[in-house]
């Protein structure tokens, strides 16, 4: 069973739009969501982070916005660029501190100029 | 910024023999993680290393994996012996306080 859902499965949009990814989790302890985005041949590369106690963390053209009662949240990318093409990864880990995260399967992003 | 060095990039083995994937953390880091990607999926968590213990590791650490950091030098994932299955691309990530982490480039890993 999926722990972390991720949809869709891949997103095209045009330059300058905004994309919008979509993240559901399981488990209710979990306490840290990072986002992480992956080129091709390339390693992830941590994104952008939230953790429950806020809604909305915003880096730039990146923000998520975070429904704890729901157990969704959502990676909204405004203005993008073709360089944004990329597959990202929502994550999630528990408290404990042991670090280990539980990656969705991942929303190919293809932006179109 | 700082980065996580995996040596090899690429290895190909034959089928039951040992092969052992090394990862340079970052220097003040303290929490180390190995994830398994098979092409075009998810990323997998392996296990993680704290104060040269493991602390937790998947059902897809099997009897024929370990790790090992001596003495602050390379953390190692240490497969013997490989199986067909074992074919991936192999992360090493290392973090500060057991969130953020810096992955490696990745060791992609062919067993025939």
């Known amino acids: 069973q999926q722990q972390v859902r991720q949809s869709p499965q891949s997103l095209t949009v045009w330059e300058g739009e905004t994309a919008i990814l979509n993240c559901s989790y399981e488990?209710?302890?979990?306490?840290?969501f990072p986002w992480y985005w992956q080129f091709p041949r390339e390693s992830p590369a941590l994104l952008i982070a939230?953790?429950?106690?806020?809604n909305k963390k915003e880096d730039g053209r990146f923000t998520i916005f975070f429904n704890k009662r729901e157990k969704k949240l959502s990676l909204h990318i405004t203005d993008s660029q073709p360089g944004d093409s990329a597959t990202y990864f929502c994550?999630?880990?528990?408290?404990?501190?042991?670090?280990?995260?539980?990656f969705g399967l991942g929303t190919t992003l293809q932006v179109q100029p | 910024g700082p980065k996580v060095l995996q040596i090899p990039s690429h290895q190909i083995i034959d089928m039951g023999q040992m092969v052992t994937l090394n990862c340079d953390p970052v220097?003040?880091?303290?929490?180390f993680y190995w994830y398994k990607q098979i092409l075009g999926q998810q990323m997998e968590f392996l296990v993680n290393?704290?104060?040269?213990?493991?602390?937790?590791k998947s059902k897809l650490f099997k009897d024929q994996f370990s790790v090992e950091r001596p003495d602050g030098s390379y953390f190692t994932l240490k497969i013997q012996p490989t199986a067909l299955e074992d074919s991936a691309v192999y992360f090493c990530?290392?973090?500060?306080?057991?969130?953020?982490?810096?992955f490696g480039s990745g060791t992609r890993l062919l067993v025939i």
């Open positions: 939230i953790r429950p106690v806020s």
């Open positions: 290393f704290y104060n040269g213990k493991v602390m937790e």
């Open positions: 990530a290392s973090s500060l306080e057991g969130s953020d982490y810096t």
């Open positions: 488990d209710s302890t979990f306490d840290y």
């Open positions: 220097s003040n880091h303290l929490y």
């Open positions: 994550a999630a880990s528990g408290p404990g501190n042991t670090g280990k995260l539980i």
